[in-house]
C-alpha cells in the first residue's frame, strides 16, 4: 500500500502596523560594513517593499501573543523603514506585508534568519545586462538606470556592453562554458564572426585568459598609444569616419584604432604638410617616411649650420624662468613630497628651459639648395625634422669652402622646389592634370592585361583548332625564322604567373572555368612516364585536341611590361609590341571578348585606382556626356563608387582590355571585330610620363616585374 506524501502547509501573510514590529535579537545579520540603510530606503521610496518581513508573534511569560511580532528574516528592510518613520516619509502605524511564521514551531529563529541570507542566490550578471538593455529599450537613459540601482555609471554601461558579445558567447557563458572575465574580454571588438573565431581557437588551449583574447582582437588594429595615433590625434580620427575599440572592463591606454588604412592615409598627409612647409626653405630634397631605418643617412655629409642666437626678450625670459626654478626648489628642498601644483609648474619650467636649448639652427642659401632633409616621427609621435645632409652626387654643386667660411649671401636667393619622397616614391598633387590626361600607372596595366592573358587562356583551351594553329605557327617560327622574337606564346610550354594581379582575379569566370578544367583532366592523366605514353596513344583525336589546347592555353603570355632597353633580360620594345599584337589576333581568332569573359570596371580593378579626369572619361564614353555630367563635381572617392554603379551594364572596357582595330586605334566595346591582323601598340602605352601614384598602387614597377 503506497504511503501518502506529506503536506506541507504555508505561513500566513497580513498587513502589520509597523510600530508592533521590533527585530529580532536573532537576527544573524550584525556587521554592519558594506550594507546600505540609506540605499534600501531610497529603494523602497521607488519602487515600494517588493519582499515581505518574516516575523514571528512575540510571546510572554505564559506563552500567550502579546500582538508585537519581531522580525528575524528582513533586517535590512525592517532598518529602512524604521528610517523612512524618523525622516517622517513613512507613517509609524503603516501596514507593513509580512509573513508570520509560528511561534511554536520547532525550527529556531535562529535558522529562520540564516537561511534567509544564506540562500539568496545573486543575479547571474547576463539577466543583469538583459534587464539593463530592455530597460534602455522602454526610454531609460544610462544614468538613470544607475540611479534606480544606486549603481556606477560605469557598471552599468559595462553590463549594457555585453550587448557586442556574440549571441553565441552569451549563450555559452550562460551554461558556465565561459567566466565573466572572458565574456568581457570579448567586448573589444564588435565583430560577431571574429570573436566566436577567436572563441572556437582557444576554447580547447590552455592560453585563454582575458588579456589574450582581447590581444587576439585587437591583432590587426593599431593602439591609440601607438606614436602614429599620438601624431594623428584620436579625436581627429574619429573626425575622419575612424573606428575606436575601447575596452570599459580595464585600462585600456586609450583605446585600439580599428581602421589602420585610414590611420595611415592621415599620417602620410600630415606628413606630407609638414614636408611642404620645409620644401619652402629651399632645401634640393625632403624624404618623408613614420620612421627611417638605422644607418639610413650613412654616406651623406651633414651640416653643421648656426644656431639662432637669443633675443633681449628671450634671454630675460630665461633667466627668469631659472630663478623661478632655482627659488621653488630651494622653498620646497625639505618637502618630502611636492603639492601637485608645485610639481606641474616645474614640469613647465623645465620643458620651457629645454626649448631655448633646442635652438632652430640657420644654414647658408649656397648649401641649402644642394641638401635635404628627414621628416619623420619620433617614438613618443612627434614630429621629427632632421635638416642639412648633402649626397655625394650633389657635392659637386657646392661652392669650395662655402660652409666652411660661410660665404657671401647672394643678394637675391633662388628658393628652388624640393623634391619630395614619401615611402620612398615621389609624391605628387593628386589629380594633377592640368596638361591632360597622364598614361595609366604601369602596375594597373599589368592587372588588366593578367585578366586579358587569363581570359585568353580560356579561350583557346575551347578552341582547339586555334590551339593548333597557334602552336604550329610557334614551332614554324623558331625552326625556319630564328629571328622571330618569342610573341605571346611560350610553347615549352612554360606556365606564366602574373606578376602582379588583382584581388578579384582568382574569383573570376575565366579563372574558374581554367581551374576545373585542370581539375577535370588532373583526374586522368597518369604520373608515370611510360604510362602516360600509353595513355596518350590511345586517345582518339578529339580528346588529344582538347588536351592539347588545355596545354598550348598555359603558356599564353598577353601581359604588358616595361621594355627592357638593354639585352639579356625582359623583353625589347619590338617584342612587346608584338606580343601584343599577337594576343589581338588571337582574341579574334578564338572570338574571346572581355565582358562576356566577366570583366566589369569596379572600384578595385579600375575606377578607384586611376584619375577623376580618367573615371569621367570612362563615363562619358560608356553612358553619355550627361552621366559624367552628374558626377564631375563629386569627390574623388564618391566619384569612382557612383562611376562603378553608371558603368554596371555598358560594356565599357578601358583601354588594355579593347582590342586594337587595323589602323592602331582602340575599337569600343561594341565594334570589336575580327579584323585578323597584327596591329601597333596603342596610344595609352606610348605616351611619356608617369602618372601620379593611386591609393592602391603600393609597389614599385621594379616589385611587379621582379620575376624578369
Given at each position: 500500500?503506497?504511503?501518502?506524501?506529506?503536506?506541507?502547509?504555508?505561513?500566513?501573510?497580513?498587513?502589520?502596523?509597523?510600530?508592533?514590529?521590533?527585530?529580532?535579537?536573532?537576527?544573524?545579520?550584525?556587521?554592519?560594513?558594506?550594507?546600505?540603510?540609506?540605499?534600501?530606503?531610497?529603494?523602497?521610496?521607488?519602487?515600494?517593499?517588493?519582499?515581505?518581513?518574516?516575523?514571528?508573534?512575540?510571546?510572554?511569560?505564559?506563552?500567550?501573543?502579546?500582538?508585537?511580532?519581531?522580525?528575524?528574516?528582513?533586517?535590512?528592510?525592517?532598518?529602512?523603514?524604521?528610517?523612512?518613520?524618523?525622516?517622517?516619509?513613512?507613517?509609524?502605524?503603516?501596514?507593513?506585508?509580512?509573513?508570520?511564521?509560528?511561534?511554536?514551531?520547532?525550527?529556531?529563529?535562529?535558522?529562520?534568519?540564516?537561511?534567509?541570507?544564506?540562500?539568496?542566490?545573486?543575479?547571474?550578471?547576463?539577466?543583469?545586462?538583459?534587464?539593463?538593455?530592455?530597460?534602455?529599450?522602454?526610454?531609460?537613459?544610462?544614468?538613470?538606470?544607475?540611479?534606480?540601482?544606486?549603481?556606477?555609471?560605469?557598471?552599468?554601461?559595462?553590463?549594457?556592453?555585453?550587448?557586442?558579445v556574440s549571441p553565441t558567447l552569451l549563450e555559452i557563458y550562460a551554461e558556465d562554458g565561459m567566466t565573466l572575465e572572458q565574456l568581457m574580454a570579448f567586448t573589444v571588438s564588435p565583430d560577431h564572426a571574429?570573436?566566436?573565431?577567436?572563441?572556437?581557437?582557444?576554447?580547447?588551449?590552455?592560453?585563454?585568459?582575458?588579456?589574450?583574447?582581447?590581444?587576439?582582437?585587437?591583432?590587426?588594429?593599431?593602439?591609440?598609444?601607438?606614436?602614429?595615433?599620438?601624431?594623428?590625434?584620436?579625436?581627429?580620427?574619429?573626425?575622419?569616419?575612424?573606428?575606436?575599440?575601447?575596452?570599459?572592463?580595464?585600462?585600456?591606454?586609450?583605446?585600439?584604432?580599428?581602421?589602420?588604412?585610414?590611420?595611415?592615409?592621415?599620417?602620410?598627409?600630415?606628413?606630407?604638410?609638414?614636408?611642404?612647409?620645409?620644401?619652402?626653405?629651399?632645401?634640393?630634397?625632403?624624404?618623408?617616411?613614420?620612421?627611417?631605418?638605422?644607418?639610413?643617412?650613412?654616406?651623406?655629409?651633414?651640416?653643421?649650420?648656426?644656431?639662432?642666437?637669443?633675443?633681449?626678450?628671450?634671454?630675460?625670459?630665461?633667466?627668469?624662468?631659472?630663478?623661478?626654478?632655482?627659488?621653488?626648489?630651494?622653498?620646497?628642498?625639505?618637502?618630502?613630497?611636492?603639492?601637485?601644483?608645485?610639481?606641474?609648474?616645474?614640469?613647465?619650467?623645465?620643458?620651457?628651459?629645454?626649448?631655448?636649448?633646442?635652438?632652430?639652427?640657420?644654414?647658408?642659401?649656397?648649401?641649402?639648395?644642394?641638401?635635404?632633409?628627414?621628416?619623420?616621427?619620433?617614438?613618443?609621435?612627434?614630429?621629427?625634422?632632421?635638416?642639412?645632409?648633402?649626397?655625394?652626387?650633389?657635392?659637386?654643386?657646392?661652392?669650395?669652402?662655402?660652409?666652411?667660411?660661410?660665404?657671401?649671401?647672394?643678394?637675391?636667393?633662388?628658393?628652388?622646389?624640393?623634391?619630395?619622397?614619401?615611402?620612398?616614391?615621389?609624391?605628387?598633387?593628386?589629380?594633377?592634370?592640368?596638361?591632360?590626361?597622364?598614361?595609366?600607372?604601369?602596375?594597373?596595366?599589368?592587372?588588366?592585361?593578367?585578366?586579358?592573358?587569363?581570359?585568353?587562356?580560356?579561350?583557346?583551351?575551347?578552341?582547339?583548332?586555334?590551339?593548333?594553329?597557334?602552336?604550329?605557327?610557334?614551332?614554324?617560327?623558331?625552326?625556319?625564322?630564328?629571328?622571330?622574337?618569342?610573341?605571346?606564346?611560350?610553347?615549352?610550354?612554360?606556365?606564366?604567373?602574373?606578376?602582379?594581379?588583382?584581388?578579384?582575379?582568382?574569383?573570376?569566370?575565366?579563372?574558374?572555368?581554367?581551374?576545373?578544367?585542370?581539375?577535370?583532366?588532373?583526374?586522368?592523366?597518369?604520373?608515370?612516364?611510360?604510362?602516360?605514353?600509353?595513355?596518350?596513344?590511345?586517345?582518339?583525336?578529339?580528346?588529344?585536341?582538347?588536351?592539347?589546347?588545355?596545354?598550348?592555353?598555359?603558356?599564353?603570355?598577353?601581359?604588358?611590361?616595361?621594355?627592357?632597353?638593354?639585352?639579356?633580360?625582359?623583353?625589347?620594345?619590338?617584342?612587346?609590341?608584338?606580343?601584343?599584337?599577337?594576343?589581338?589576333?588571337?582574341?579574334?581568332?578564338?572570338?574571346?571578348?572581355?565582358?562576356?569573359?566577366?570583366?566589369?570596371?569596379?572600384?578595385?580593378?579600375?575606377?578607384?585606382?586611376?584619375?577623376?579626369?580618367?573615371?569621367?572619361?570612362?563615363?562619358?564614353?560608356?553612358?553619355?556626356?550627361?552621366?559624367?555630367?552628374?558626377?564631375?563635381?563629386?569627390?574623388?572617392?564618391?566619384?569612382?563608387?557612383?562611376?562603378?554603379?553608371?558603368?554596371?551594364?555598358?560594356?565599357?572596357?578601358?583601354?588594355?582590355?579593347?582590342?586594337?582595330?587595323?589602323?592602331?586605334?582602340?575599337?569600343?566595346?561594341?565594334?570589336?571585330?575580327?579584323?585578323?591582323?597584327?596591329?601597333?601598340?596603342?596610344?595609352?602605352?606610348?605616351?611619356?610620363?608617369?602618372?601620379?601614384?593611386?591609393?592602391?598602387?603600393?609597389?614599385?614597377?621594379?616589385?611587379?616585374?621582379?620575376?624578369?
Amino acid at each position: 500500500m503506497a504511503t501518502a506524501v506529506q503536506k506541507i502547509t504555508l505561513s500566513s501573510a497580513r498587513d502589520i502596523p509597523f510600530n508592533k514590529l521590533v527585530l529580532s535579537q536573532s537576527n544573524v545579520r550584525r556587521v554592519k560594513a558594506g550594507v546600505s540603510i540609506e540605499q534600501m530606503a531610497e529603494s523602497i521610496t521607488r519602487h515600494g517593499l517588493i519582499q515581505s518581513l518574516h516575523v514571528r508573534p512575540v510571546l510572554d511569560g505564559d506563552g500567550n501573543e502579546t500582538g508585537m511580532f519581531e522580525v528575524p528574516a528582513g533586517g535590512r528592510r525592517y532598518r529602512a523603514l524604521e528610517l523612512l518613520v524618523k525622516q517622517k516619509r513613512l507613517v509609524k502605524n503603516a501596514p507593513v506585508p509580512c509573513v508570520i511564521g509560528d511561534a511554536n514551531s520547532d525550527i529556531l529563529i535562529d535558522e529562520v534568519s540564516l537561511v534567509e541570507n544564506m540562500e539568496r542566490a545573486p543575479l547571474h550578471p547576463l539577466d543583469q545586462y538583459r534587464a539593463f538593455q530592455a530597460m534602455r529599450d522602454k526610454g531609460m537613459t544610462e544614468e538613470a538606470i544607475a540611479a534606480a540601482f544606486f549603481v556606477s555609471v560605469t557598471v552599468v554601461k559595462q553590463r549594457l556592453r555585453l550587448t557586442s558579445v556574440s549571441p553565441t558567447l552569451l549563450e555559452i557563458y550562460a551554461e558556465d562554458g565561459m567566466t565573466l572575465e572572458q565574456l568581457m574580454a570579448f567586448t573589444v571588438s564588435p565583430d560577431h564572426a571574429r570573436q566566436e573565431q577567436v572563441w572556437d581557437a582557444i576554447k580547447d588551449s590552455w592560453q585563454k585568459e582575458p588579456y589574450h583574447i582581447r590581444r587576439m582582437l585587437t591583432e590587426t588594429a593599431v593602439r591609440a598609444s601607438d606614436k602614429r595615433a599620438v601624431f594623428v590625434g584620436v579625436d581627429a580620427y574619429e573626425a575622419a569616419g575612424g573606428i575606436m575599440l575601447r575596452d570599459l572592463f580595464q585600462s585600456d591606454d586609450g583605446g585600439w584604432l580599428q581602421d589602420p588604412v585610414l590611420l595611415d592615409r592621415m599620417v602620410a598627409e600630415k606628413l606630407k604638410t609638414a614636408a611642404d612647409q620645409v620644401a619652402e626653405e629651399g632645401w634640393k630634397w625632403i624624404e618623408v617616411a613614420v620612421s627611417f631605418p638605422y644607418g639610413h643617412d650613412h654616406g651623406l655629409r651633414e651640416l653643421s649650420g648656426n644656431t639662432v642666437d637669443l633675443t633681449d626678450e628671450e634671454r630675460a625670459t630665461r633667466e627668469a624662468l631659472r630663478e623661478e626654478y632655482d627659488r621653488i626648489e630651494a622653498e620646497y628642498s625639505e618637502a618630502d613630497e611636492l603639492p601637485d601644483e608645485i610639481d606641474q609648474r616645474l614640469g613647465e619650467i623645465e620643458q620651457a628651459l629645454e626649448a631655448f636649448e633646442n635652438r632652430p639652427v640657420s644654414y647658408d642659401p649656397a648649401v641649402i639648395a644642394i641638401a635635404g632633409a628627414f621628416v619623420s616621427l619620433d617614438a613618443d609621435g612627434s614630429l621629427s625634422i632632421d635638416r642639412g645632409y648633402v649626397r655625394a652626387e650633389d657635392e659637386s654643386q657646392a661652392e669650395p669652402d662655402a660652409e666652411a667660411s660661410g660665404g657671401d649671401q647672394p643678394d637675391t636667393p633662388t628658393v628652388q622646389r624640393a623634391v619630395i619622397t614619401i615611402g620612398g616614391k615621389p609624391a605628387e598633387p593628386e589629380d594633377d592634370e592640368e596638361d591632360g590626361i597622364k598614361p595609366l600607372p604601369e602596375r594597373l596595366v599589368i592587372e588588366l592585361t593578367a585578366h586579358r592573358t587569363l581570359a585568353l587562356r580560356n579561350a583557346l583551351a575551347e578552341n582547339p583548332h586555334v590551339a593548333m594553329t597557334l602552336l604550329l605557327h610557334k614551332l614554324l617560327s623558331d625552326t625556319f625564322i630564328h629571328t622571330n622574337p618569342t610573341g605571346c606564346l611560350e610553347a615549352n610550354v612554360r606556365h606564366i604567373f602574373f606578376s602582379a594581379q588583382s584581388e578579384e582575379l582568382k574569383d573570376s569566370p575565366s579563372a574558374q572555368a581554367v581551374n576545373d578544367r585542370h581539375e577535370r583532366w588532373g583526374d586522368h592523366v597518369p604520373a608515370d612516364d611510360r604510362a602516360l605514353w600509353e595513355w596518350l596513344t590511345h586517345l582518339d583525336d578529339g580528346t588529344r585536341m582538347e588536351l592539347l589546347a588545355l596545354c598550348v592555353s598555359y603558356g599564353v603570355n598577353a601581359l604588358f611590361e616595361r621594355p627592357n632597353p638593354y639585352s639579356g633580360s625582359g623583353v625589347s620594345q619590338h617584342g612587346l609590341d608584338v606580343r601584343l599584337a599577337q594576343a589581338d589576333r588571337l582574341a579574334r581568332a578564338t572570338g574571346m571578348d572581355m565582358v562576356a569573359a566577366g570583366w566589369k570596371p569596379t572600384v578595385g580593378n579600375y575606377l578607384g585606382r586611376v584619375t577623376k579626369l580618367r573615371i569621367l572619361e570612362a563615363v562619358r564614353e560608356g553612358a553619355g556626356e550627361r552621366a559624367a555630367q552628374l558626377i564631375d563635381h563629386m569627390k574623388k572617392g564618391d566619384m569612382a563608387k557612383e562611376a562603378e554603379r553608371l558603368l554596371a551594364e555598358t560594356n565599357w572596357l578601358p583601354e588594355p582590355l579593347r582590342l586594337a582595330s587595323l589602323d592602331g586605334d582602340q575599337l569600343e566595346p561594341d565594334d570589336q571585330a575580327d579584323t585578323g591582323e597584327d596591329t601597333a601598340l596603342p596610344d595609352f602605352l606610348t605616351e611619356d610620363g608617369e602618372d601620379e601614384d593611386t591609393a592602391d598602387d603600393e609597389d614599385e614597377f621594379q616589385h611587379a616585374v621582379a620575376a624578369e
